[in-house]
């Protein structure tokens, strides 16, 4: 059974740091496309930053040079490390991941599988 869970949302002020975790479990997501995506209250939900089976990574516009994506085999962990976060960040981010080979940054619905979601908020 694939399941994904994250952690490590919370409240922050602008300019600050965040890390994101997503705990896989049931697949080896060494051959699984794994992204971050979020969704701000009224807006659809959109692709932040997106890693695939090849270790491809890909970032939205507006992240990138802040937020980084990485794994840890050991841990069986994928991570967004979030630095100048800014009060546009905040919304609820979600993990998923599919077992197809994606490139670029696709749309949600490309991927089969998510987490719950983990809040982050950047208020002063």
């Known amino acids: 059974q694939v399941e994904l869970v994250e952690s490590g949302g919370g409240s922050v002020q602008p300019g600050g740091s965040l890390r994101l975790g997503c705990e896989i479990s049931?697949?080896?997501?060494?051959?699984?496309?794994m992204g971050w995506f979020r969704q701000a209250p009224g807006k659809e939900r959109e692709a932040v930053a997106c890693?695939?089976?090849?270790?491809?990574?890909t970032y939205a516009d507006s992240v990138r040079g802040r937020f980084t994506i990485s794994e840890d085999a050991a841990a069986n962990t994928l991570y967004l490390q979030m630095n100048s976060l800014k009060p546009e960040d905040s919304g609820m981010y979600y993990c998923?991941?599919?077992?197809?080979?994606?490139?670029?940054?696709?749309?949600?619905?490309?991927?089969?599988?998510w987490g719950q979601g983990t809040q982050v908020t950047v208020s002063s």
């Open positions: 998923a991941a599919d077992p197809t080979t994606w490139s670029g940054l696709p749309r949600p619905a490309a991927f089969r599988y």
């Open positions: 049931g697949f080896t997501y060494a051959y699984y496309s």
């Open positions: 890693i695939n089976s090849g270790g491809t990574t």
